[in-house]
């Protein structure tokens, strides 16, 4: 067989330089007539070892690591041209066994089938890889519209937004409520800072979505889909774009859909424009409308009035992406994967001090403790696991001695935090737990939209108080404030977020509340991260006066002459941490 | 909650509102007139003209439109995507997600205030460059990150991001003359 290089071009993957290295192979290829196919693919979720490339040939194949555009061109040529595979920048290989292997070996891919796999913007690859067969197959079989909606309420599929609603429920009420004109909206909507699963399904198989919503559309009977894309995200948004013209053309969108009389069904972007708040359905739905993007009281609940009051269905793409493979593989063998009441995979965005940062999907009801050490490598650096936060800014912080912890709906929300869209943020010994709730709420507090009194004001109260902890002005009652505060913001508001914005305070004071304690009382931050109750100085006997924090330092506040011991000037410091970091003798000392 | 004003002249704190061909909006007023919906889609696009929404865009928007000014004006506020200031050549967003808050992007920030000498979300007074705070720009395993124009820098710290920022201007003046 001919050669088979694939660059992974996700936007992960761009931003650490893909693009450049496809560029490179493409020149190289033409300017020295190498023969061999170039292709291009999306995320596999490996994103610690972007940007990636990967060569199949006859042995087998050789997924590259870390490639710039100088291994690029050692690849070609050894691998390529000579047949001799460069084994030292192999992170996976189905020949031999690498360090890597545990991080796929982990993992079962259903909502991420495709992604990686294949080339996103090519409708004949995605079908190759059993694109539309779900549809196709229940279009043959003129199976029922109510037999569609049990088939998912069967498989225990839950809304993976977060909210972890039963999909086929959803389904139903809207199925029941008669009307000529129903929708069925994609929330891709996703503002969770340190969650990107729904970015990388969109970029690497957004016809699985297209599926999915296409099959909600004829089991709901709605003729108008509606994808609602935060404008963050262009690549997605391109791809998104490029699958649907293609759906179009081959009759998979349009009127008579798949040959059958009668089914319409057409999908459209509509671009966000930034509010966290457009991720509840009902806001959303009045964004779609041209309107600020405020929730309102339910119910009406949108299965009966929703997008232009007409009935409406609102799901997640990674719910979308799992239906298509639910209606070709069966309910009970999605439904053989999970917990008892958490059925499936879900899918995680690995970040923070976290060895393998990445996306990956894993069968509810794996531990925590197995997700950050089988499958994420550990912690950077060899540093101290201390806790995890799960679920974004609604969500709350894991300590890491409940690591045992499943994840599955109800075991995650028993710890005060919640499941979330999935993002899940490792945190070590250097991370400050109330600089952590400080930093959520501030983000909860700006993207409360107003509507509700204790939501707008009391956030911003207790943002107040975190902020005058973390810069050690905290006073005694300062915790009893904050938890009074936080059950009253629960208690009467009116939506998701302002009734989920306490939960990182509330779990960090449940189980880091020594660290709150440490603050207010001693002025210290344990964690030695909260910048104003630090002080960075020159340890004089180790310090070698080789000027490197002096040059680098950005503010210029270290004096000092060559190969003498050097100062920090206090009051111009702006404690940055980057000498410290830069000290190659430990001669920064912070306290 | 964001408060905003709409621009005004003759304001110490703001940069001049400079002179706009108001005509670049006809094509877009004409695409989005009485479509349902159509408000963002036309402030998102005056924002595509003019990089940010100029007083006299929503003024023209809104005598074409039929669209009342404080509606307009409301859901300009709401969103975080719009401007209602012109911004610099170069606008650096540097994330703030969850990812690059726990590999200190707050540091980036504070570098970046102190070498460019303005606030977070301010334009310096060449006009050169805006500094943003933004959400999450996904690229969470490079954290911490910030994106000028299409280009984004990752594993960052104070004094690569002030580096960055030297370049280009110094690229800035070279080009200049």
Redesign the interface.
């Known amino acids: 067989m001919k050669k088979k290089v694939t660059v992974g071009l996700g936007s992960c993957g761009i931003a650490a330089g893909a693009d450049k290295v496809y560029r490179k192979i493409e020149a190289l290829k033409k300017a020295e007539n190498i023969d061999f196919e170039l292709h291009k693919t999306s995320c596999v979720g490996m994103c610690y070892n972007e940007p990636l490339v990967e060569v199949e040939d006859d042995t087998g194949y050789y997924m590259y690591g870390g490639i710039d555009e100088k291994k690029a061109v050692e690849v070609l040529q050894e691998h390529i041209s000579n047949d001799n595979p460069v084994k030292d920048y192999v992170v996976l290989s189905d020949l031999f066994h690498t360090k890597d292997a545990e991080y796929m070996e982990g993992q079962v891919k259903i909502a991420l089938r495709n992604c990686g796999y294949m080339d996103p913007e090519s409708l004949e690859e995605a079908e190759e890889r059993k694109a539309y067969q779900g549809i196709k197959r229940l279009v043959n079989e003129s199976v029922k519209s109510k037999d569609i909606v049990e088939e998912i309420l069967n498989s225990g599929l839950r809304g993976r937004g977060g909210g972890g609603f039963p999909t086929g429920m959803k389904w139903r009420f809207a199925l029941n409520n008669d009307s000529s004109e129903k929708y069925v909206i994609c929330n891709a909507d996703e503002g969770d800072p340190g969650a990107f699963m729904d970015r990388s399904l969109l970029e690497g198989d957004p016809h699985a979505v297209l599926e999915g919503m296409i099959i909600a559309g004829l089991a709901i009977k709605a003729s108008h889909g509606v994808i609602y894309c935060r404008a963050e995200y262009p690549l997605a948004i391109k791809r998104l774009n490029i699958a649907i013209e293609q759906a179009r053309e081959i009759g998979y969108l349009g009127k008579d859909i798949f040959g059958k009389k009668g089914f319409d069904f057409d999908i459209y972007v509509k671009e966000g424009a930034g509010a966290f708040v457009c991720g509840e359905e009902t806001a959303l739905m009045a964004s779609i409308e041209g309107k600020r993007g405020m929730p309102r009281k339910r119910p009406p609940f949108p299965a009966a009035s929703g997008l232009w009051k007409k009935p409406s269905n609102i799901n997640n793409v990674e719910t979308f992406a799992n239906v298509p493979w639910i209606i070709l593989n069966g309910a009970d063998k999605y439904a053989s994967y999970g917990t008892e009441k958490s059925k499936g995979t879900k899918v995680f965005a690995l970040t923070g001090k976290i060895n393998h940062g990445g996306l990956v999907e894993v069968p509810m009801g794996i531990t925590i403790h197995d997700v950050i050490f089988k499958l994420g490598g550990g912690i950077q650096n060899d540093k101290e696991f201390k806790a995890v936060q799960l679920g974004g800014p609604s969500g709350g912080c894991i300590p890491a001695y409940l690591d045992d912890t499943k994840v599955d709906y109800d075991s995650v929300n028993a710890t005060g935090a919640i499941m979330g869209s999935g993002g899940m943020v490792v945190m070590d010994e250097t991370t400050c737990m109330v600089d952590m709730a400080r930093f959520f709420l501030d983000f909860t507090q700006k993207e409360s939209c107003g509507k509700c009194t204790f939501c707008r004001i009391g956030t911003k109260r207790m943002l107040e108080i975190l902020t005058r902890i973390t810069e050690g002005e905290g006073e005694e009652g300062d915790i009893q404030n904050l938890e009074e505060l936080a059950y009253k913001i629960k208690d009467n508001s009116l939506c998701g977020l302002g009734q989920t914005a306490p939960n990182p305070v509330l779990t960090t004071i449940k189980y880091f509340r020594d660290e709150y304690e440490a603050h207010i009382k001693e002025k210290k931050c344990p964690a030695l991260s909260c910048k104003q109750l630090l002080t960075y100085e020159v340890d004089p006997e180790k310090c070698t006066g080789c000027r490197v924090c002096a040059i680098k330092c950005p503010v210029n506040a270290i004096d000092g002459e060559k190969k003498q011991p050097h100062v920090i000037r206090q009051e111009d410091c702006i404690r940055c941490g980057d000498c410290y970091n830069r000290c190659k003798f430990d001669a920064i000392v912070v306290h | ?2 408060v905003e004003r709409l621009p005004v002249k003759n304001e110490e704190t703001q940069v001049a509102e400079p002179p706009i061909d108001l005509t670049l909006l006809d094509d877009l007023i004409r695409k989005y007139k009485n479509k ?6 036309l ?2 696009g005056a924002q595509d003209i003019y990089g940010y929404l100029p007083r006299k865009a929503f003024l023209k928007i809104s005598r074409e439109t039929g669209i009342e000014l404080n509606e307009m004006y ?2 300009a506020t ?5 401007r209602l200031q012109p911004v610099g050549k170069h606008i650096i967003k540097v994330c ?4 690059c ?4 992007a ?2 980036i920030t ?2 970046l205030e ?2 460019l000498d303005v606030a977070d979300g301010e334009t310096t007074p060449d006009r050169l460059f805006t500094l943003e705070s ?10 911490p ?1 910030m994106m000028i124009g299409e280009e ?1 820098y ?1 594993k960052l ?3 690569k991001a ?1 580096k960055v920022i030297k370049d280009i201007r110094l690229q800035e003046k070279k080009n200049g003359g």
């Open positions: 909650m964001r349902r919906g159509n408000l963002i889609p402030l998102q409301g859901v709401f969103y975080a995507q719009f703030h997600g969850t990812a808050h726990v590999q200190n707050g540091g504070d570098a102190e070498a933004v959400a999450c720009l996904g690229c969470c395993s490079l954290a990150v984004t990752g710290d104070g004094s002030v």
